[in-house]
Nanobody
Framework: QVQLVETGGGLVQAGGSLRLSCTTS????????MGWFRQAPGREREFVAA????????YYADSVKGRFTISRDDAKNTVYLQMNSLNSEDTAVYYC????????????????WGQGTQVTVSS
C-alpha cells in the first residue's frame, strides 16, 4: 500500500500562484509514476500533469501547459505541482496519484490516490 497526503491548497486571486505537495509513505516512491488530477463540481476527474518514475519525462494537459510544473524529490518521497497564472477555470479539488501501470493520463492508470486538496481561484 501507498499512502498519499496532499497539502498546499487554498484561496488565491486570479493571476496568483500556489504550490501543491504530495508526500507518500509505504512502498518505494521512486518505483511509481506520479500524477496530479483535478475535479471541479459537477465534472469528471481530469488529468493535469504526470512525471515518470525516473523524472526524465513530464506530461501536461493542454489547459495547464506553460503555467504548471510538476517535479519530484525521491529523497523526500514528495511530488510537487507549481501552479502559476491561475484563473477561475483552475478551481477544483486537486488529487495526487501514484501508479505502476501503463498509461499516464487516465484515472485507471493509477493505483493509489490522496484525499485531495481544494484550490479556489477568485476573480
Amino acid at each position: 500500500q501507498v499512502q498519499l497526503v496532499e497539502t498546499g491548497g487554498g484561496l488565491v486571486q486570479a493571476g496568483g500562484s500556489l504550490r501543491l505537495s504530495c508526500t507518500t509513505s509505504g512502498r518505494t516512491f521512486s518505483n511509481y509514476k506520479m500524477g496530479w488530477f483535478r475535479q471541479a463540481p459537477g465534472r469528471e476527474r481530469e488529468f493535469v500533469a504526470a512525471i515518470s518514475w525516473s523524472a526524465i519525462s513530464t506530461y501536461y494537459a493542454d489547459s495547464v501547459k506553460g503555467r504548471f510544473t510538476i517535479s519530484r524529490d525521491d529523497a523526500k518521497n514528495t511530488v510537487y505541482l507549481q501552479m502559476n497564472s491561475l484563473n477561475s477555470e483552475d478551481t477544483a479539488v486537486y488529487y495526487c496519484a501514484a501508479g505502476a501501470r501503463v498509461g499516464l493520463r487516465t484515472v485507471a492508470s493509477y493505483d493509489y490516490w490522496g484525499q485531495g486538496t481544494q484550490v479556489t481561484v477568485s476573480s
